[in-house]
């Protein structure tokens, strides 16, 4: 790699992190703070300290425990056996009609001139992935539209994380990609690589295709069983706060072919998987790739939020589970 593109694949890493991850990022690869920086996220996501951290999230959830329909009990099986479901909007929220809205108020947010830009210019503002168009960017000023904010917060989809996860989540990181197509012979960039999120101890990850994904068009792909507790979720472990990016083709000689699972579907396919589990993100060659992305995670979760909110009071009429997520209540 020649100065030049190691300089601009830097200056792409510091404009896709806060203050914090940055000032994390550089002293985690830096003897002698790497070592204490190591210790210090090994001890917050520990058993011990992890529990003290999510005290409030669990008491929530006690006292609101979710009573889950035969679909979500599903999912939440699936993602214990597995780290994955795959199902379909309609099919999970029995909900006629919202992918259309959604898909129209997705279209409306990337029609705003500066995202017709990036589009325009082939590059994203935000983050190494230069082929990603974030609708509001790791730094938000956009506010989410209700639309958007009802499914995330919908509680069907809340009692599925939360049951899962063993706590009262947290929605994280909320936005809309745009994958621009590209060429299928570039090199994979980061997360297009076999990795582990390292955030936190397990947290679930929701995509919602707005738009047809085939094979050519940047599907997920998901080692099944990796998750933390599955049947290979001791293979390359997590290292916080840097995650796990195994060797390229260890994990294809070291895990059954049959386990890794390429999520292609129709626009409304709704995925709902373990992002501490190994997985990679897709990308397009042959047309834009289009989707809704949430992140819940627990209190000990080590990123801070990435969204706005519109008004307030329009939240006033969620569950507890609901305000607690987006911290309208602590």
Known sequence: MNV??????TMRRLQARTLGQLLRGGLVRVWPFSYFVHRHYRARLSPDRWNNLNKRSIEILRDHEPTLNSAQQTVVDDLKADGI?????DRLLNANGLLKELQIEADALIQRPEVRDQIEHRVSKDGIKWYVVRVF????????PASIASLVLDDRVLDIANSYLGVCSRIKYLDIWYNLPCDEGDPSVDSE????DNEDNQLIKLFLYLSDVDEKSGPLSYVRGTQPGG?????????PPTGSFPPDGALENDL??????????????????DACGFHRGGRTTNK???MLVATYASDAALD????????RKQYEDLSVPGKFAIREMN
């Open 4 to 9: 030049a593109s190691l300089l601009y694949k």
């Open 85 to 89: 479901h795959v199902t379909t909007l």
């Open 137 to 144: 960017g790791f730094q938000p000023t956009l506010a989410v």
């Open 193 to 196: 690589r076999w990795h582990r």
């Open 231 to 239: 049947r290979y979720g001791s293979i390359y472990p997590n290292n």
């Open 256 to 273: 059954p072919n049959e386990e890794m699972y390429s999520c292609a579907g129709d626009a409304g396919t709704l995925l709902l998987y």
């Open 288 to 290: 834009p790739r289009i």
């Open 304 to 311: 801070p939020l990435t969204y706005t909110l519109q008004n």
